[in-house]
């Protein structure tokens, strides 16, 4: 049964809410969000602009926006962005308007970003924010799934490795943390997450008050 369909409690209207993953390169925050949007239909990805260049198989529109430098920092300055970040030599940042447009249909919105970009988001998005902070079961393992997916170069894989222990420092900012051993028992935590969340009462409250007052007998 999906979140919205007839005869779900989920069917009362409520605002969207924004679920952040987070997790050092490798740690498998990507392997869950698309897991979670290919069972999840009111899900919809977060795509964010970046100044790198696209990877194998990237395309621009559906992975990310790809802008060149000035065309960012002038999104940045005109506040287009409800978050942004350098990271090691490129830029990203989130728009604000595809976010906003989803929440106010109810609609919840995916987003694989670091803890920089987390912070701001917790900065304009209040109550909105779920965040979720995926952990390795090891240092071994974490470097052994980057080499796996000889992607980047040694020197890259060096140097994401060493920015794995500052980032993982950041976990106690987050709401939940889910330490990834077995992919799919991940995937399964995180879904509860976000069903749960998804009951809240503020999220809910307009479309509550309406319901209870409907069987009331109240208009």
Partial sequence: MTPNSPGDSHAIARRGLMLVLSSPSGAGKTTISRALLKTDEHLTMSISVTTRAPRPGEEHGR???FVAEPEYHKMVKGGELLEHARVFDN??????SYVEQQLAAGRDVLFDIDWQGTQQLKASAGSD???VFILPPSIADLEKRLRGRAQDSEEVVQRRMARASDEMSHWPEYDYVVVNRDVEQSIAQVQSILTAERLRQRRRAAGLVAFVNTMRGQS
């Fill in 129 to 131: 924010l779920v965040s």
């Fill in 63 to 65: 992975d990310y926006f």
């Fill in 91 to 96: 830029f990203y940042g989130t728009p604000r």
